[in-house]
């Protein structure tokens, strides 16, 4: 069964998330904007030895850390879709403009696209492309442990900013309702910020997608 601990990292409190395979330990870590000492304690501490860097998308709070993390540990880079890949070549303006540290820049040893799937140990991770927050945007699924990792797609209350280059407002609710809804109102999700929430409650009282 999929397991997940999830540690808020950077200034912008982005909620990286270790998840890793029960029967194996083996894990990855999701979205690791910064913070990196505390990410490799909280593995430590769990006993979850990381095998991968999976990427929701190329914002700095959510790859910030990547190239160095996975420069120190030899870890592969999973994600995300090839339309982010601006955003990974701006991560030295991004650090710049929000005072973040420096982020060593990366290639991703494997894009991403809607339909694939990720292994984390004996779990099955599926990927859907769920853009409109950035182009590339993907969002990771365990059926099995009913849970979603969608980045800054949806929030409790609230769906992803469509301001930033690239965005959209009608395309990021569209991957709300045709990628998201379908996983089942009983789906927990892990947004990139806040607390956890369902689809269910947010299809019932979200005031962005309610109703939908």
């Known amino acids: 069964m999929l397991r997940y601990s999830t540690v808020p990292v950077t200034p912008f409190q982005q909620n990286c998330s270790i998840v890793w395979c029960d029967e194996t330990m083996e894990g990855a870590v999701i979205d690791p904007g910064g913070d990196l000492p505390r990410l490799l304690a909280e593995a430590n501490r769990l006993g979850v030895t990381l095998k991968q860097i999976l990427l929701t998308h190329a914002h700095i709070d959510h790859a910030g850390g990547t190239g160095t993390l996975a420069r120190e540990l030899g870890l592969p880079i999973i994600g995300p879709h090839p339309d982010d890949q601006f955003w990974i070549d ?123």
Do not use: K
């Open 90 to 212: 701006g991560l030295a303006h991004q650090a710049q403009m929000f005072r973040f540290a420096p982020a060593e820049p990366f290639v991703p040893t494997r894009w991403l696209h809607d339909g694939d799937t990720v292994q984390v140990g004996r779990s099955t991770l599926a990927v859907r492309h769920c853009p409109g927050h950035t182009p590339g945007h993907v969002v990771f699924h365990s059926a099995e442990a009913r849970r979603a990792f969608v980045g800054d797609v949806l929030f409790a209350g609230s769906v992803g900013r469509t301001d930033f280059p690239g965005g959209d407002q009608q395309t990021l609710i569209d991957s709300i309702t045709q990628r998201l809804w379908p996983m089942g109102d009983d789906t927990v999700f892990i947004p990139g910020h806040g607390p956890e929430s369902s689809f269910g409650r947010e299809r019932r009282s979200n005031p962005y997608v309610g109703g939908t």
